[in-house]
């Protein structure tokens, strides 16, 4: 699921995030769970960059997260 996310996320901006304005409006159509319709989200580049990146971090810890193995006798 996290993955999807950050695929949805960084699937509307560029290549080269370099040539793109930062403040341009760019608008996504998102599914909603429990629904066939979507939702329109609109945010600036900027704003969908900082979700992308949350998404890659909250990602990124839950996959270094150490296991605990509770197992007796080991």
């Known amino acids: 699921m ?3 996310t ?3 996320f ?3 901006l560029s290549d080269d995030p370099a040539k793109q304005d930062p403040q341009q409006r760019v608008c996504k159509q998102q599914k909603q769970t429990g629904t066939r319709f979507t939702k329109s989200t609109c945010r600036t580049r900027a ?3 900082a979700i992308a990146e949350e ?3 909250t990602a990124a ?7 605990i193995n509770l197992e007796k006798g080991n």
Do not use: C, H, S
């Open 10 to 12: 960084t699937a509307g």
């Open 55 to 57: 998404a890659r971090r």
């Open 2 to 4: 996290i993955l999807a």
């Open 61 to 67: 810890e839950a996959f270094n997260k150490p296991v």
């Open 6 to 8: 950050v695929a949805l």
């Open 47 to 49: 704003e969908w960059e």
